[in-house]
């Protein structure tokens, strides 16, 4: 089983519809990070959390939301999708010092149509 | 701000020949330097990282020098194989300045070719 599990891999939803999508780890790490990557651009920070009470914003949270239900759960939530966030989204976690995250999740291909 | 530059893929090899992707960076602080590898199909894995000016970062035969007079982390290998193919990223953290997330570069592609 991979350390970093993410669900669902892969959805098409409607333009103005909610969404969450859910991420689990086993890694045993306090901090998790929600990035979303979009072609040419890299990765890009949406939310971070240091520990089950402590969430962040990041670079690019405006549309977004989540909540930590666990040390290792941390689900991030399009309260009304729109087509500008069809992208490529990726769960991570992290042992080291600082926001570095060291264990990614495969990976949720999400399409707002 | 901070950016990151990487040289745009695909970069294309045969198996045994040395690699070198180029990265350069621009940050207002002190930053970290760091590179992550994404193999097909999976998400980022952290490849290696340099803490300070000088600092040589080695994992898995890769390897990348923390360069702070040409603000560069170029990424080497002497004799890659097919499977080190892979998209490669380059990152910095900036956290001296407050800032709190990495900034990538936009990935680098390699192929390698048996």
């Known amino acids: 089983d991979a350390d970093v599990t993410q669900t669902p891999r892969n959805r098409i939803t409607k333009t103005g519809k909610r969404i969450m999508l859910e991420c689990s780890q086993t890694k045993g790490h306090d901090r998790m990070y929600w990035y979303r990557q979009d072609p040419g651009l890299g990765l890009r920070l949406i939310y971070y959390?240091?520990?089950?009470?402590?969430?962040n914003k990041g670079e690019i949270s405006d549309g977004y939301s989540v909540s930590r239900q666990a040390q290792a759960k941390f689900s991030l939530s399009l309260e009304s999708a729109i087509p500008n966030q069809t992208a490529l989204y990726f769960c991570?976690?992290?042992?080291?010092?600082?926001?570095?995250?060291?264990?990614f999740g495969q990976g949720t291909r999400l399409t707002v149509v | 701000g901070n950016s990151v530059t990487q040289m745009e893929g695909p970069v294309t090899l045969s198996e045994e020949a040395f690699l070198t992707i180029n990265c350069t960076y621009t940050a207002t602080g002190y930053p970290s330097l760091f590179w992550y590898v994404q193999y097909p199909g999976e998400g980022l894995q952290l490849l290696l990282k340099a803490t300070k000016a000088d600092d040589k970062g080695s994992n898995k035969g890769f390897e990348a020098t923390y360069r702070k007079e040409t603000t560069s982390f170029h990424l080497e290998k002497g004799s890659v194989q097919v499977s080190d193919s892979a998209v490669y990223f380059c990152a910095l953290s900036d956290f001296g300045t407050g800032r709190r997330a990495l900034t990538f570069g936009s990935g680098t592609r390699l192929q390698v070719q048996p």
């Open positions: 959390s240091f520990d089950v009470k402590d969430i």
């Open positions: 991570a976690t992290s042992d080291l010092e600082g926001a570095v995250p060291t264990f």
